[in-house]
């Protein structure tokens, strides 16, 4: 069964090679411009997995965690923070909204599959 993973980053060249990457490796992948987006296209589906931005317009990537976890049907639903943030205190922030794992961007591809693998099989 393929899984599907919502990518949510602001930048499109950042979601362009995050989806090419988990493509590539069988996954398919829904993208978001921003959390707001995010949240409006899981209204009507259920990602197998998430990886978001932290700065992002609209709604940022915190936020967006604080209000997908929120709806029942996401529990269990992995979240995963790819961001050029690194501050141990986002991250804490990050953990405590509902985020499992944190990777800084720039990031490297084999890492991004690697996480991946441990969270859902494609």
Same mark, same amino acid.
């Given at each position: ?11 499109? &060249? ?7 990457? *988990? ?35 609209? *709604?940022?990537? *915190? &936020? ?11 529990? #269990? ?11 141990? &205190? ?7 909204? #509902? ?13 991004? *599959? ?9």
């Amino acid at each position: 069964m393929t899984r599907t993973v919502l990518v949510v980053d602001d930048s499109p &060249s950042v979601r362009q090679m995050i989806s090419n990457t *988990l493509k590539g490796a069988g996954y398919a992948v829904v993208t978001a411009e921003d959390g707001q987006a995010a949240l409006d296209l899981t209204k009507t589906m259920r990602p197998d997995a998430v990886i978001t931005d932290q700065n992002m317009p609209r *709604l940022d990537g *915190l &936020s967006f965690v604080r209000a997908f976890r929120a709806a029942p049907q996401n529990k #269990g639903v992995p979240v995963v923070f790819c961001s050029t943030e690194s501050q141990a &205190s986002v991250k804490e922030e990050a953990r405590a909204a #509902g985020a499992i794992g944190w990777m800084v961007k720039p990031f490297d591809q084999q890492k991004l *599959l690697g996480v991946m693998s441990k969270l859902v099989s494609a």
